[in-house]
């Protein structure tokens, strides 16, 4: 099939926007780029109410007394935050990149679910808020996120079970979205693109929809189990009515390490977008990075009880789950040597999404090594519950996810509001986040090494100092948010305006409007070449021709 070139009206036609109002973002909307808004921006609310909790909890632990918060209170923030950065942040924003993008990228009208799509949003916002306003009346949770019984059993029955409640809920937005996302992809994909031409974010959401399908359920299950011990007085986990909290322990984990990847993973699919774009290079082992995300999926089920090496775990089974833990990192590594082998060479592009995207990668390798060590059972054993823990989920979690997250935002911000983004203020942003986070995290590895616990609030004069620095480096990352609200709200309502495609890019997002039309495309697009094949003249003159790109739209219309 020969390419043709797109139609002015595709270029033209809607530019700046469409029908759609700004108040359309507050109803029961069922088009996937309007939910896929409402999923980041209702996930970022949360991220700064998280972050909020995260201030005040390092405030507290500026000194080794508790002289700012009660510990009461310090228990309940400490439970929120883990809750509501997981859960509230993190899984929903990567679902918000999903909604917008899949269709997109694989040529689709919408969803496959348009109103289950929007139901699965609209669970969010009234299970968050009935967890976040749990602290305001004095009812919060403070069993911690992971709320192990006998521990959550003994604290107060309302927050535990607003805690509870919340979880189902949100869980059971995840797996409904995870539906969509997994039919939407398997069976809308416009019929010139098969599974081997997908773009990479696609086969990681497939991967991630997958590992909620498997995990989600079992949280669910325990959650449930629980939730009879705490109200109706059963004893699943209770140890004093002859139940086992081991068994809650093993279900919590079945989900929640996969939850690792269930975060992580949607943002791995971005990076692999936004590096090629951005180094005007083909991304490196297209093939082995897509099967890596199904193998990460496979692993992440069969690693969970590396978290319980303490809680006695037989010694041949530590050395399964020790073994299985440190395989599971040939996939990730495949996924960083693809990476860095993309950008070696390239005509590197320091825009903000470039320099967050590679940020990810710094980080994000940090938090993988200090996984690996943990894997170990002597060396886990020996900083289990420590701050060593903490630093190394934080460099996980916020190095990765929160880093890809601003990557994907930046890059994709021209795609969501036809305008670009202030290049000055995006940097700042990324030079205020990096140095906030190395400085708040990377004290945590020593204090650990040393021995402080995690989940304290009173500690050891000994620790005052490095805490003294995690505080600091806490307080520079609650600044660094200033600049990207500034930066988002300001590009959005005044920012210059970006044709459809500012970047040059190939795949099939680039290829219409921006923002794109209600139903995304006029014409069904044609795939002629691979997602990533930048040709060889783009790289004689450094930059892609007119006829490099993966797609073409037919003259005929779509369906």
Not at 114 to 136: D, E, H, R, V
Not at 166 to 190: C, D, E, H, P, Y
Not at 226 to 238: H, I, K, P, R, S
Not at 372 to 377: N, P, Q, T
Request: with cysteine; hydrophobic share 50%; proline share 6%.
């Amino acid at each position: 099939m020969t390419q043709t070139e797109i139609p002015s009206s595709i270029s033209t036609a809607h530019h700046g926007g469409t029908e759609r109002k700004w108040w359309h973002y507050f109803t029961f909307n069922e088009d996937h780029k309007v939910i896929g808004v409402q999923y980041l921006v209702t996930a970022f609310f949360f991220y700064l109410i998280g972050g909020l909790m995260a201030a005040v909890i390092r405030t507290e632990l500026a000194t080794p007394a508790s002289d700012f918060v009660s510990p009461e209170t310090y228990n309940g923030l400490l439970t929120l935050h883990g809750t509501i950065m997981i859960f509230l942040w993190v899984v929903p924003a990567g679902a918000g990149l999903a909604n917008y993008l899949i269709p997109l990228m694989i040529g689709a009208r919408d969803m496959a679910f348009p109103k289950l799509n929007a139901m699965a949003f609209w669970m969010i916002p009234p299970a968050g808020i009935t967890l976040a306003l749990s602290l305001l009346v004095g009812e919060a949770p403070q069993a911690g996120w992971t709320s192990y019984p006998p521990l959550s059993l003994m604290t107060g029955k309302v927050g535990e079970g607003i805690w509870i409640f919340s979880l189902l809920v949100l869980g059971t937005s995840s797996i409904l979205g995870a539906i969509n996302f997994l039919v939407t992809i398997l069976k809308m994909r416009v019929p010139s693109m098969p599974t081997n031409k997908m773009p990479l974010f696609c086969w990681s959401m497939m991967a991630t929809a997958l590992l909620i399908l498997i995990g989600t359920p079992v949280l669910a299950g325990a959650l449930i189990l629980l939730a009879f011990d705490l109200l109706v007085g059963t004893a699943f986990f209770n140890p004093m009515g002859g139940g086992d909290p081991i068994v809650y322990q093993h279900m919590f984990w079945f989900y929640s390490h996969p939850a690792v990847y269930i975060m992580v993973l949607p943002l791995f699919g971005a990076i692999s977008e936004i590096l090629p774009v951005h180094a005007r290079k083909p991304v490196f082992g297209y093939q082995a990075i897509a099967y890596s995300s199904l193998a990460i999926a496979f692993l992440g089920c069969i690693v969970w009880a590396h978290h319980m090496f303490t809680s006695g775990t037989p010694a041949w089974l530590r050395m399964f789950f020790m073994i299985a833990t440190m395989v599971i990192a040939v996939p990730t590594g495949i996924k960083v040597f693809g990476w860095l082998a993309t950008i070696w060479g390239g005509k590197l592009s320091l825009n903000s999404a470039m320099l967050f995207a590679m940020g990810f990668v710094a980080v994000f390798v940090i938090g993988g090594i200090t996984g690996v060590m943990l894997a170990s059972v002597p060396f886990d054993i020996h900083v289990h519950d420590t701050y060593f823990v903490v630093a190394h989920l934080h460099y996980v979690l916020f190095g990765g996810s929160v880093f890809g997250l601003y990557a994907a935002i930046y890059h994709w911000f021209p795609k969501i509001t036809g305008r670009l983004v202030n290049e000055t203020w995006g940097r700042i942003h990324f030079i205020l986040t990096f140095i906030g986070m190395n400085l708040t995290f990377m004290p945590m590895h020593q204090l650990g090494l040393q021995g402080m616990n995690r989940r304290i609030a009173l500690y050891d004069p000994k620790f005052t100092s490095l805490n003294e620095l995690a505080t600091i480096g806490s307080y520079l990352l609650a600044v660094s948010t200033i600049p990207f609200l500034i930066n988002a709200i300001w590009s959005w309502a005044k920012g210059p305006k970006a044709d459809g495609n500012p970047w040059n890019a190939l795949t099939l997002e680039w290829q219409t409007s921006s923002p794109p039309a209600i139903e995304n495309f006029e014409v069904l697009p044609v795939l002629t070449s691979g997602p990533y094949d930048y040709g060889l003249e783009e790289e004689e003159v450094g930059l892609p021709t007119a006829q490099a790109g993966s797609a073409t739209l037919s003259s005929s219309p779509g369906a």
